[in-house]
């Protein structure tokens, strides 16, 4: 009895096994759905463990370079940058609204990319795995697109190579937004001011400057309170930087040396006013000197001013 049960479970067995080898690539397909599985398991713990940002964007209007700074906040390394998707919105100075996709051009090596293209300029302490952005890592991320920029509105989207999406505007600074206020003068009656037709430090003098570190800052806007309006409608208030100890002093937003900022405050009219969020110069944001600045006078109808203040933000 023992014997034929063994027997016939030996002929079941053996026409299981001839069964599977007559049917082609049954066990490859077996073993495939398993090696699947496992892969798509992989690729889930990957995008799980992917988080990315953007911010310090630097925008200029008149000029066609859109740079910003890439976050790794995940866990997963960021690598294959061949296969990331950057896109642009951004107003052309020929075709109005339009969104752009650039692609990946490999190290900037101190130059902006060709046109339609986008760059990495430096990883922060790039020691570790150098070329890809680790986890606590940060990229700086040169950009060209096709037209200059007619307003200093943007929006970059990036998508990773395994589908993770982060979008920036240079109208919000998002969960990285903070702010920084130095008061060159503070609130008082009046200060006038015999302003000169050049562009010239605010009240002849050096005590309306500071060294401040704008490195996580993107964005500044000038408040100043007139007290008179005195000044002739020529006469504008505006900001400098300096990175090389005050010996150069260039327009906060377009980094035009011996220039006065495009982003200004009137002097000719009584009243608080204050200019608009306006980029930072991606060379202004490091450690340097910032002052007040202001032309189009005559040095004979002297504006009076209370508050004079620089805000910044990231």
Same mark, same amino acid.
């Given at each position: 009895m023992g014997l034929s049960v063994a027997i016939s479970g030996g002929i079941i067995l053996t026409v299981f096994i001839l069964i599977l080898f007559s049917l082609p690539g049954l066990a490859d397909k077996m073993f495939s759905i398993g090696d699947t599985t496992t892969q798509v398991?992989?690729?889930?713990?990957?995008i799980s463990n992917t988080k990315i940002s953007m911010d310090h964007l630097s925008v200029l209007v008149g000029s066609s370079k859109v740079n910003f700074t890439l976050n790794n906040d995940g866990s997963e390394k960021l690598w294959n940058f061949i296969d990331f998707n950057l896109f642009i919105q951004?107003?052309?100075?020929?075709?109005?609204?339009?969104?752009?996709?650039?692609?990946?051009? /490999?190290? !900037?090596? /101190?130059?902006a990319p060709a046109a339609g293209?986008? !760059?990495?300029?430096? $990883?922060? @302490?790039? $020691? #570790?795995? +150098? /070329?890809?952005i680790n986890a606590?890592?940060?990229a700086t991320i040169w950009t060209q697109v096709s037209e200059n920029l007619a307003t200093n509105l943007a929006v970059i989207t990036m998508t990773t190579d395994n589908g993770v999406?982060? #979008?920036?505007?240079? #109208?919000? !600074? /998002?969960?990285?937004?903070?702010?920084?206020i130095w008061d060159a003068q503070a609130d008082q009656a009046s200060n006038p001011w015999a302003n000169p037709l050049a562009v010239t430090e605010f009240d002849g003098g050096v005590l309306f400057r500071t060294k401040i570190d704008l490195s996580d800052m993107t964005q500044w806007r000038l408040f100043d309170t007139t007290t008179n309006g005195n000044g002739l409608v020529t006469c504008i208030l505006g900001a400098q930087y300096s990175t090389d100890n005050a010996v150069t002093w260039r327009a906060l937003d377009n980094g035009t040396i011996g220039a006065g900022s495009a982003a200004n405050n009137s !002097?000719?009219?009584?009243?608080?006013?204050?200019?608009?969020?306006? +980029?930072? @110069?991606? #060379?202004?944001?490091?450690d340097v000197f910032v002052r007040v600045e202001g032309s189009g006078g005559n040095g004979v109808a002297n504006p009076g001013f209370g508050r004079i203040q620089l805000q910044f933000r990231s």
């Open positions: 398991t992989q690729h889930e713990q990957e951004y107003n052309g100075t020929i075709s109005k609204v339009r969104t752009q996709q650039l692609s990946y051009s /490999g190290s !900037c090596l /101190g130059l293209n986008w !760059c990495i300029q430096s $990883i922060t @302490n790039d $020691i #570790t795995d +150098p /070329g890809i606590g890592e940060a999406v982060s #979008t920036v505007s240079t #109208t919000t !600074c /998002g969960s990285f937004c903070y702010q920084m !002097c000719d009219l009584t009243g608080d006013f204050i200019t608009p969020w306006t +980029p930072l @110069n991606s #060379t202004a944001q490091s």
